[in-house]
């Protein structure tokens, strides 16, 4: 992250709400937990819609969004926020990263299923690196 900017923040929304028009609509969404790595993690979990101008066909893509901080993924950026707080205070430096995911289908149309089986096998794997970019500092 950039000095200076927060990981978590009103700012790092997946659609801003002061857009009066945005070709992407984000629906209610829950939580969603993956196993990678013989842990499991949390992450926010929604659909995001788009209707087609010119036909009403719409598109649906699953977005799943989590936070890594002190080498610790968490769906809860408030969460983010005290961890962040936690390694300043230490003494550390306060990097992190805000994740997101997406694969375009709707979570009926096999979109869960396939960020289930991504996070599984690529999770490790961007821990590593987020490791290696945290400890270069």
């Known amino acids: 992250q950039l000095t200076g900017a ?17 070709r992407w609509n984000l629906l209610p969404g829950g939580q969603a937990v993956a196993a990678s790595g013989g842990q499991d993690t949390t992450w926010k979990a929604h659909e995001m819609a788009s209707t087609d101008k010119f036909s ?43 994740i997101v995911l997406h694969v ?19 999770l490790p794997a961007l821990r590593a690196v987020l490791q290696r970019a945290h400890a270069s500092h």
């Open 56 to 98: 009403s066909n719409v598109r649906r893509k699953t977005v799943w969004q989590t936070y890594w901080t002190d080498d610790h993924f968490t769906a809860s950026g408030i969460e983010t926020k005290v961890r962040t707080a936690l390694e300043l205070a230490q003494g550390d430096n306060d990097d992190g990263a805000a």
């Open 6 to 22: 927060q990981v978590a923040g009103s700012l790092n929304a997946l659609v801003q709400a002061e857009q009066p028009v945005s």
């Open 104 to 122: 375009d289908r709707a979570e009926a149309d096999g979109g869960r299923a396939l960020l289930t089986d991504f996070v599984a096998q690529q």
